[in-house]
C-alpha cells in the first residue's frame, strides 16, 4: 500500500515537470544580415545589435549588464483590463551601459521587445528590435547612449502595446515617467467599464443634436441598402420571368410546328428528316465559316 502511494505521489510531482513548456533558444541559430540585422528560419529576428561600437559621448563601456524579460499573457493577469504584458515595466541603468537582453516569449503568438528613440546614426531607424515567435528566446545586445533619457519599450505587434505590453527604460535619471505603462503610470485613456452610452458620448464631447443626425444618417443608409437590394432582386425576378415565358411560348410553336410537320409519318421517316435537317444545317455553317476565313486566309 505504501509503495502504491509513493508511486501516485511521484506521478503528481512529476507530472507538472513534464507538461512544462519548453523554451528554445534561437539566439545560436540567427544568420547575421549585416548592419546589425540578424535573423533565423522561423522568425526570429534581432536588429539594432551593437556589440562594439561606442555612441556619440560615451568614452568607455560603464559597464556591462544582462537582463532576462518575460513576455505573455500570464504577466497581464495583475493589471485590469491588459491582455498581455512584460514580466518587468520599468528598467534603469547607467549612461554607456552595455546591456544584453534575453527576451523570453511564453505565449504560442509572436511577441517582440522594441526600444525607441536611440541614435539614427548607430541604430537604424532609432531602434533595438528583439522578436520571436513563442515559447521560444532570443537575445541581443545594444549599448546604451549616455545622457538622462526615458526610452519607450513594447511590443509591436498589432494591439499587443494596447494590451498592456509597454514598459519603460532609464538611462541615468531618466526624462520623466511615459504614460500608460502597467503598474507605473496612470493610463492616459482609462477604461471605464461603468459608464452608459449618455456617459460616454458626452465625454467625447457629443451633442443631441449630432447624435440624433448621426442615427438619422444611419437610418437612411439602411433605408437606401433595403431599397436597392429589392430592386436587384426585383429586376432578377423580373429577368427570369421574360426568360421563361419567351422560352415556353418559343417550345410551344415549335412543337406545333413539328406535329404538322410529322404528322402521319413513322418514326423511322421522321429520324431520316431529321438527320437531313442536321446535314443541311451542318452544311450551312461550314459554308458560313468558309466565306469568313477566306478574306483572311485566300490560300
Not at 527604460?169 to 515617467?177: A, R, T
Not at 429520324?271 to 452544311?283: Q, T, Y
Request: glycine share 10%; hydrophobic share 45%; net charge negative.
Amino acid at each position: 500500500m505504501v509503495k502504491f502511494i509513493s508511486v501516485g505521489l511521484l506521478a503528481i510531482l512529476i507530472s507538472p515537470l513534464s507538461m512544462a513548456e519548453e523554451i528554445e533558444d534561437h539566439t545560436q541559430l540567427l544568420m547575421d544580415h549585416g548592419d546589425g540585422h540578424l535573423m533565423e528560419m522561423s522568425g526570429g529576428m534581432v536588429m539594432g545589435q551593437n556589440t562594439e561600437t561606442l555612441p556619440g559621448g560615451c568614452d568607455s563601456i560603464s559597464e556591462t549588464k544582462e537582463i532576462t524579460v518575460h513576455a505573455g499573457h500570464k504577466f497581464a493577469e495583475k493589471f485590469p483590463g491588459r491582455m498581455y504584458a512584460f514580466d518587468t515595466q520599468e528598467l534603469n541603468f547607467k549612461p554607456c551601459t552595455k546591456l544584453t537582453v534575453h527576451f523570453v516569449n511564453e505565449d504560442h503568438v509572436r511577441h517582440q521587445w522594441m526600444m525607441h528613440g536611440l541614435p539614427k546614426y548607430l541604430y537604424p531607424k532609432g531602434m533595438f528590435h528583439l522578436e520571436v515567435t513563442g515559447p521560444a528566446k532570443i537575445s541581443g545586445t545594444l549599448i546604451l547612449p549616455p545622457g538622462d533619457k526615458t526610452y519607450l519599450v513594447h511590443c509591436d505587434i498589432a494591439q499587443h502595446m494596447e494590451k498592456g505590453m509597454k514598459a519603460q527604460l532609464k538611462v541615468g535619471n531618466g526624462d520623466g515617467d511615459l504614460p500608460s505603462i502597467p503598474g507605473v503610470t496612470a493610463l492616459a485613456n482609462p477604461d471605464d467599464y461603468n459608464a452608459g452610452a449618455a456617459e460616454v458620448f458626452a465625454a467625447a464631447k457629443v451633442t443631441e443634436t449630432e447624435i440624433v443626425a448621426a442615427n438619422e444618417a444611419i437610418a437612411l443608409a439602411e433605408a437606401n441598402r433595403k431599397a436597392s437590394k429589392m430592386a436587384v432582386e426585383s429586376g432578377s425576378d423580373s429577368f427570369m420571368s421574360g426568360t421563361t415565358i419567351t422560352g415556353f411560348a418559343l417550345s410551344l410553336l415549335l412543337a406545333i410546328f413539328l406535329g404538322k410537320r410529322f404528322k402521319g409519318m413513322d418514326l423511322s421517316d421522321v429520324v431520316v428528316i431529321l438527320f437531313e435537317w442536321s446535314a443541311k444545317g451542318i452544311k450551312f455553317v461550314a459554308k458560313l465559316l468558309s466565306n469568313l476565313i477566306k478574306p483572311i486566309l485566300p490560300n
